[in-house]
């Protein structure tokens, strides 16, 4: 490993972690790069590059920072060859795979081939002829006072299920922990290629999400009862959409690739960042002391 890519948090405090990796790297011979504007204001010894430039010459791509920072490094990663590591300098940080404490023990395991690559689905979304690229969701949602989303989704081009909602969100597996999750969809393993489509506070008749499969083009049409929307890339509006519009839609596997250091599956990281609860779970019984009174 003789080049990583730093891609940094635009205000948390990245300080110890840009000084783990420089201290690493000063040890082992490799060489740090940093996008201009962000290390321009730690003053570190990062070589300065542009974002293209980053993911282009990067054997791995550091993420400091949290989710939205992480999915950031995965679209500089697109298509490039290096893995991407998530460092969590936030709270939940689902998709990160170590904290700082940790991070030059990570550096070291990935210099040693001690780790594995999970890769993840990307979703192409085109709109009024720009494309844009996410690995969690692309989303139609309603802007306040413009009316509802009514949205009618196509798979394969023909029609198959339209919803009224506040937002129609389509993820990938790896999204289906974010916006799709609070609104009401299910929890898909990031090994799963399969698109998720979910209604965020539907109020027509049919209510319920679908799974769909990678290999089908979907589209997302505004339909004349549709009010202006916000288009959704990743949490961060990219556009706008009027009624009568299309948004085409194409699954893409492998688009990036996370480095996974085999500490915790899945299912393990779900349960605790999501605090998901045993609350359906069996009472143990009483002790039978006292129940002949």
Known sequence: MHTIGLVLHPQRDSAEAVAAVLAWAARNDAEVLGIGNEIKRLNCAATSVTAEELGRRSDLV???GGDGTMLRAMRLADGQRAPVLGVNLGKLGFLAE???PDLPAALSAIEHHDYTVEPRLAID?????ETVTAFNDVAAVRVPGQGS???AVRVGGQPFVSYAADAVIVATPAGSTAYSFSAGGPIMSPS???LLVTPAAPHSAYNRGVVLSVTDPVTLELLESSGRLAIEVDGIVSCYAEAGQRIEILSRPGGARVVRLGRTTFYQRARRKLRITDSA???APLSSAGLDD
């Open 192 to 194: 799963v290629e399969a």
């Open 149 to 151: 989303a009514v949205v």
């Open 125 to 129: 979304a085109t709109v009024g002829g």
């Open 98 to 100: 170590v904290d700082v």
């Open 281 to 283: 779970e069996i009472p």
């Open 62 to 64: 550091v993420s400091l």
